[in-house]
């Protein structure tokens, strides 16, 4: 199965910019989208196909993807990203979706 | 407004069965969008488990969850399922429903419902 790489936790001063990276062999030839879960709540889905945005999220938020390496970007951090943020890829080998380990995200 | 209404929290023992739902409203053609299952197991992260297309009930399952559960849906009420046969304690988790944002499979999910709690403990 296809493994989707990314770090543990990430922090950042409000205001900052966070970058979370998704690793994956060859992961810019696929297809990244990006949720957010915070505690107690459902996931929201934040960034689709690598850079576009569902209505209602923030311009604050967005996606990139090359190599082996996809990147969801958050610019002016606010205390309310706080949360786990997870990477999304289709394993077409092997025909099913995987989701990468998710990142914690903490506002200082 | 599309909506995914999932059923109760539910508490079993091991050995026994279970089937939970997800209703799917506020949207034409539930037959043409992917449904699919995702679990959150206590304090760890997302699963994809296995998605199911209503229109003809093709299935996928993640190798990981296939033979351990069984994704079905019923066109007549908008309802896709999650079952399993036999509990063990490790299936304990918060079970989600989540809607394919296009009719593609490898579509995002757009949607999702509000969880249901699975507790497996004897």
């Known amino acids: 199965s296809y493994v989707l790489t990314q770090p543990l936790s990430v922090s950042v001063a409000p205001g900052q910019t966070a970058r979370i990276t998704c690793g994956g062999n060859n992961i810019g030839s696929k297809t990244v989208h990006w949720y957010q879960r915070k505690p107690g709540q459902a996931p929201v889905l934040v960034v689709y196909d690598d850079t576009d945005r569902p209505s209602g999220i923030p311009e604050r938020f967005s996606g990139s993807n090359s190599g082996n390496t996809a990147t969801l970007t958050i610019s002016r951090v606010e205390a309310g990203d706080e949360a786990d943020y997870f990477c999304q890829v289709w394993d077409s080998n092997n025909d099913h979706s995987v989701f990468g380990y998710g990142t914690k995200v903490t506002v200082l | 407004e599309v909506q995914l209404v999932q059923s109760g929290p539910e508490v079993k023992k091991p050995g026994e069965s279970l089937k939970i739902s997800c209703e799917g409203s506020g949207y034409n053609y539930f037959t043409t969008y992917w449904i699919a299952w995702v679990r959150q197991m206590p304090g760890k992260g997302l699963e994809w488990m296995g998605m199911?297309?209503?229109?003809?009930?093709?299935?996928r399952y993640s190798p990981s969850f296939r033979g351990q559960v069984t994704i079905s849906a019923d066109k007549s009420n908008s309802t896709a399922y999650l079952q399993w046969s036999s509990l063990k304690a490790s299936d304990t988790g918060i079970y989600y429903c989540?809607?394919?944002?296009?009719?593609?499979?490898?579509?995002?999910?757009?949607?999702w419902g509000q969880g249901t709690m699975v507790t497996v403990s004897s």
């Open positions: 989540a809607r394919s944002r296009t009719v593609v499979a490898t579509a995002p999910l757009g949607d």
């Open positions: 199911i297309y209503p229109y003809d009930s093709d299935a």
